[in-house]
């Protein structure tokens, strides 16, 4: 098979540096280089969309969407950003284009109070055993918007200047997103505990 | 101005994930030597960051979805080289025939029209509508005739039978009809006039005659 990454002997290129160079390659029709960015970005990208639509099979159409979207738009790529950003902003408007379309996903409504809750029961639900459980439930109650930029700034770890280029809007909303997203799983975690209990 | 405590608790989860400035790395750190309470807030966002860490979202697609997005992209190809062929120099074997047909088609009309023509002006020849048995005998005589409100079709079509006359044109808008006639167009108008409880008006086109009513 074909190889398309970087050359061995090279400098270690950084995960950015790599994508850059498989865009590149992309830009100018290789498929190699397409297969090879796939299997890059195809993991983190899946999850990003599914955590969001909760549909396996929808969440894989948008990621065929999206990276139908790389290879026609791959030489259109300027470099202003790092290519995980353009990739994951692709996504997420397709992903909430697709939520437009859905009725059974609210996408601002409150679904639960953001009051700040410093309760010990959110601490104690996320050391319970049942914490997984705790937390697939809570997530899912999030605003769409929150539960993006939670998914982007601890599953991904991106900074938050990032994930503002990402859901494309200021800095201090996605600081403010992610602060009420957070007082949203407190109140939640505790609340559950306060049922199981 | 001073940093509230709000502003830098929404720094917090970006120092969990390691993603602040240097800078701004101090001024937690800093702020956390001064309240330790802040630790707490910390300790929640590392466990919580470490769940959705752990939190398992299902398989994804994997090679399989590889193998969907090459085909796409086939597909893709194949629609765009059917375009540029279609818009480019290199003109497809059927559309070349549908191309030879349309010629043969307009040479066919062509010879058809060089025939025909000089027949219009025959004096007695009648042209036949192909398309029916009602006779239209351009080459007869025209009246023009409006039927009164009431005349029902049975009753119209006996008066134009017994005077051997056609409709060639109509209702208007106006409800008038273009009758051909073959004989005497003067004594078909009189003969269509006396039937005043279904003609309303008649008149002779062919002779430039300016209608009269029934009962005039």
């Given at each position: 098979m074909k190889n398309t990454m970087p050359p061995d002997?090279?400098?270690?290129?950084s995960d950015n540096e790599t994508a850059v160079y498989l865009l590149e390659k992309i830009g100018k029709g290789d498929e190699h280089a397409f297969a090879d960015f796939y299997r890059l970005f195809e993991k983190c990208l899946f999850r990003f969309i599914k955590s969001k639509l909760n549909d396996s099979f929808e969440a894989a159409d948008i990621l065929n969407e999206t990276l139908l979207e790389v290879w026609r738009k791959a030489d259109t790529?300027?470099?202003?950003?790092?290519v995980s950003t353009w990739l994951f902003g692709i996504a997420y408007y397709k992903t909430v284009d697709r939520m437009r379309k859905r009725t059974d996903i609210p996408m601002?409504?409150?679904?639960?109070p953001e009051t700040a809750d410093d309760s010990p029961d959110a601490m104690a639900c996320l050391l319970s055993a049942e914490r997984g459980e705790h937390i697939r439930y809570c997530l899912d109650r999030l605003k769409a918007v929150q539960k993006a930029v939670m998914e982007l700034a601890?599953?991904?770890?991106?900074p938050y200047g990032e994930i503002a280029r990402i859901v494309d809007c200021p800095e201090n909303t996605v600081k403010t997103r992610m602060f009420h997203a957070k007082q949203a799983m407190k109140h939640c975690l505790s609340s559950r505990m306060g049922a199981d209990g | 101005m001073s940093e509230t405590r709000q502003d830098l608790e929404q720094l917090l989860p970006f120092y969990v994930n390691g993603s602040l400035s240097p800078e701004e790395t101090n001024r937690v750190e800093q702020a956390l030597a001064e309240d330790p309470a802040l630790q707490e807030e910390i300790d929640f966002l590392k466990h919580l960051r470490d769940e959705v860490k752990d939190l398992e979202l299902g398989n994804s697609p994997g090679e399989f979805g590889l193998r969907r997005l090459q085909k796409a992209l086939k597909e893709e190809q194949k629609q765009r080289n059917s375009a540029e062929t279609s818009s480019g120099t290199v003109v497809p074997l059927s559309i070349r025939g549908w191309r030879l047909a349309a010629i043969a088609a307009c040479l066919l009309l062509l010879l058809q029209t060089a025939v025909t023509?000089?027949?219009?002006?025959?004096?007695g020849d009648d042209l036949i509508a192909?398309?029916?048995?009602?006779?239209?005998?351009?080459?007869g005589q025209i009246i023009t005739v409006t039927f009164v409100p009431e005349a029902s079709e049975e009753n119209i079509r006996n008066l134009l039978l017994a005077v051997d006359a056609s409709i060639v044109?109509?209702?208007?808008?106006?409800?008038v009809y273009r009758l051909s006639v073959a004989r005497d167009s003067e004594a078909v108008v009189e003969k269509l006039l006396a039937h005043r409880n279904l003609v309303e008006t008649a008149q002779n086109d062919s002779s430039g005659y300016s209608g009269r009513k029934a009962g005039q």
């Open positions: 002997g090279s400098e270690q290129l790529f300027e470099g202003r950003s790092k601002d409504e409150e679904n639960f601890f599953f991904q770890d991106l | 023509l000089p027949m219009w002006n025959r004096s192909a398309g029916g048995g009602t006779a239209a005998q351009l080459g044109a109509g209702p208007s808008a106006l409800g």
